[in-house]
C-alpha cells in the first residue's frame, strides 16, 4: 500500500505595454515543486487461501516494511522582452532555482539567459531585395540552465538504510538494525549547463522558401554523475 503525491504551485505576473514603435512585456514567476511518496507493507503465509487476511496467516512466515520520503524544488524566474519597430528585439531572462537535494549552503543557483535578434528585411537599404526575399532575420542568443535531477532525495547527507538484521546474544536473537549504506558529498550542488547559439532565418519568393541555420554550442559543468569506488569500502560511490 503506497502513495505518490505531487504538489505544484506557480504564481506569475505579466505586464505588456506598446508605444509608438515600442514593445515591452514583463513578466515575473514563482513555482514550487513538493514530490513525496509512501508505502507499507506486510506479509504472512496464508493457511487458508480462501481466507486472504493477515490475521489467518502464519505468524512464523510473516514480514513487514515501510518508508516515504519528499523533496522541494522553488524557482523565482522574471523575464523581459523588448522590440523596437519589430526590427531590433532583445530578451533576459533571470531565474534563481533552489532545490533540496543539495545541502543549505550549496541549495540555489543563479541562470541568466540573453537572447537578441535583428531583421534585416525591415530596414530601409534591404528594399530592393524585398521582391525576392520576404523576411532574413539574424539572431543570437546565450542561456544557462541548472539541473538537480538525482535518483537520491538527499545524496549530500550520511544516510542510515533501516532493512539489516543482526544475531544478538547466546539466545540468537534475531533484531533488526541499521547500517550506513552510501557515501556522501557535502559539496554537491547544480549541475549546469551553458547554450550559444547563432542562427539566421530567411523566407523567400511569397514564402515559398523557408531556411533556417543555427550553429550551437552546449557546455555542461559540475555534471551530477557516479563513479564507482572499490568494493572494499563496502559502501556505493557517492554523486
Known amino acids: 500500500m503506497g502513495n505518490n503525491i505531487t504538489k505544484d504551485m506557480q504564481f506569475s505576473l505579466n505586464y505588456t505595454r506598446t508605444f509608438g514603435k515600442h514593445d515591452i512585456s514583463a513578466m515575473a514567476m514563482y513555482q514550487a515543486t513538493n514530490p513525496s ?20 496467516g502464519n505468524d512464523l512466515k510473516q514480514n513487514n516494511g515501510g518508508t516515504e520520503g519528499s523533496s522541494l524544488v522553488m524557482a523565482l524566474i522574471g523575464r523581459v522582452n523588448y522590440a523596437y519597430a519589430n526590427k531590433y528585439m532583445i530578451e533576459g531572462v533571470l531565474r534563481y532555482d533552489g532545490s533540496s537535494t543539495f545541502a543549505p549552503d550549496k541549495r540555489w543557483g543563479t541562470f541568466p539567459s540573453v537572447s537578441i535578434g535583428w531583421r534585416i528585411s525591415e530596414e530601409h537599404f534591404f528594399d530592393p531585395l524585398k521582391d525576392a526575399i520576404d523576411n532574413l532575420k539574424i539572431r543570437a542568443s546565450y542561456g544557462s540552465l541548472g539541473n538537480q535531477d538525482l535518483k537520491d532525495y538527499y545524496p549530500y547527507a550520511s544516510v542510515l538504510a533501516l ?31 551553458q547554450q550559444f547559439d547563432f542562427g539566421l532565418d530567411i523566407t523567400a519568393f511569397n514564402t515559398c522558401l523557408d531556411v533556417t541555420f543555427d550553429y550551437y554550442i552546449r557546455e555542461i559543468s559540475d555534471m551530477l554523475q557516479q563513479f564507482p569506488v572499490t568494493y572494499a569500502v563496502g559502501l556505493t560511490s557517492p554523486w
Not at 511518496?37 to 489467518?56: C, D, H, K, Q
Not at 539489516?164 to 540468537?172: I, L, Q, R, T, V
Not at 534475531?174 to 547544480?190: M, Q
Open 37 to 56: 511518496y509512501e508505502w507499507m507493507t506486510g506479509f504472512r503465509e496464508f493457511m487458508i487461501n480462501s481466507l486472504p487476511v493477515l490475521n489467518a
Open 163 to 193: 532493512d539489516a538484521s543482526y544475531w544478538f546474544g547466546d539466545s540468537k536473537n534475531y533484531t533488526t538494525g541499521i547500517y550506513s549504506n552510501a557515501l556522501s558529498n557535502p559539496e554537491i550542488s547544480w549541475e549546469k549547463s
